[in-house]
């Protein structure tokens, strides 16, 4: 039985999806206005493992995800500047250049890191009409206002404005920042549409009811998960920062307009801070997953790294971790390359690694679990069996076999023996042989095949 963590309810609770065989998710996707790092990545991951999961357990998944390329300011709040024209002036393109190239960036990361695209990627820019209806609908159901620069949500109409956030208005008030934008009723109102300056002509701007501008942030999420997945869906997932106003202001939005519940499970990642400081360029700390390449390492051992921390638990991101996750990845492809074929799996070892996912996708025990089964008795058919099942939600790519780089001194020995036994003198092989095992490697001769080397 699966249970997730639901941040609507702040606890684990049992999964049971509106349709007994399909599940739905979305996920908030990229803003791509720039590089997408490590942490970011994390996050991503993190929706990879559970989509698998939730597979595992027997259930079809249609899993939807956003490119955000419009509307997202660089203040949660509708203040600021647009992220996408703010990238493009960054990087002297245009703002649709921008879109692709960082959307490219974004997948590219994904791919290295054995991420499974979602069902469903939907552009911002391809369903601004979508948006429209939907302010629409809000708008005929008097949820809306119009200030000089946009159309906003009057928040005080929708009663359980903090149901997800559970802040307390009072202090909200309290620690407000004067700068409020004019005309905005209530400090947590937020855009759905903002107009064009007069005078600015935007690369990216449209005609609409209220005139031309470009939909605010939250609204994009609500109409693209809506119209692909339905008025109610099973789950929506993002960064813990999403919680207090995007996803708030999506399930305002969204059940203004529907009369329904949006979401049933709220799922939330935490944060990566990289050796316990948030990841900055400024700070010379931020990473893409194209940088951890680059500096030699797997993208794969970053995954396994991130499944070493639970996703509800901040990450210290640090290279001596990711060092220690590459040889422990290393290690385990190693000794899995010297197994025999996979044969009927160990059924304890499955069913406790089954039960760590299944409790709010526990993956540090999970690995645990796995290591615990590689170091078992068992045959190493079997244990190869069950391991390559596990690896089906680890996503580690366990079968890929590592080339071993064998030290000079420990090579002249293999030759050497190699040459001894070419002409049969085997006690001095076996003598040779001897050596390469006190250096920590050792032979493998199997009939009609090269000679092995592994590490022991
Ligand atoms: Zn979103």
Partial sequence: MLQIYNTLSRSVEEFKPINPLHVSIYSCGPTVYDYQHIGHMRRYVGDDILVRVIRANGFDVKHVMNITDVGHLTSDSDTGEDKMEKGAKKFGMSVWDIAKKFEKQFFDSSDLLNIKRPNVVIHATDAIQDQVDLIQILEEKGFTYKTSDGIYFDTSKFPRYFELSHQNPDELKAGA??????????????????????????????????????????????????????????????????????????????????????????????????????????????????????????????????????????????????????????????????????????????????????????????????????????????????????????GLQLNRHEEIKVPEDVQKLIDEREGLRKQKRFHLSDQIRHKIRKSGYDVIDEKGEKTKIVRI
Avoid at 290 to 299: R, S, T, Y
Avoid at 310 to 320: G, L
Wanted: aromatic share 12%; hydrophobic share 35%; with cysteine.
């Fill in 177 to 394: 920042r004067v700068d409020m934008i004019e005309g905005k009723k209530n400090i947590t109102d937020f855009a759905l549409w903002k107009f064009s300056s007069k005078g600015e002509k935007r690369q990216m701007e449209w005609d609409s009811p209220w005139g031309i501008g470009f939909p605010g942030w939250h609204i994009e999420c609500s109409a693209m998960s809506m119209k692909n997945l339905g008025p109610t869906f099973d789950i929506h997932t993002g960064g813990i920062d999403h919680i207090t106003i995007h996803h708030t202001n999506e399930i305002a939005q969204s059940q203004a307009a529907s009369n329904k519940q949006f979401v049933k499970y709220w799922v939330h990642h935490n944060f990566l801070q990289v050796n316990g400081q948030k990841m900055s360029k400024s700070l010379g700390n931020f990473y893409t997953v194209e940088d951890i390449q680059k500096k030699g390492f797997d993208p794969l051992a970053l995954r396994y790294l991130y499944l070493q921390t639970h996703y509800r638990q901040e990450m210290n991101f640090t290279f001596k971790s990711l060092d220690g996750a590459q040889n422990a990845l290393k290690h385990l492809r190693s000794i899995i390359s010297e197994w025999d074929e996979p044969k009927i799996g160990c059924a304890e070892f499955e069913g406790r690694f089954v039960n760590a996912v299944n409790d709010d996708v526990n993956m540090p025990e999970a690995l645990a679990i796995a290591w615990e089964l590689v170091k078992s008795d068992y045959p190493s058919k079997a244990k190869a069996e069950s391991l390559y099942k596990m690896d089906k939600i680890l």
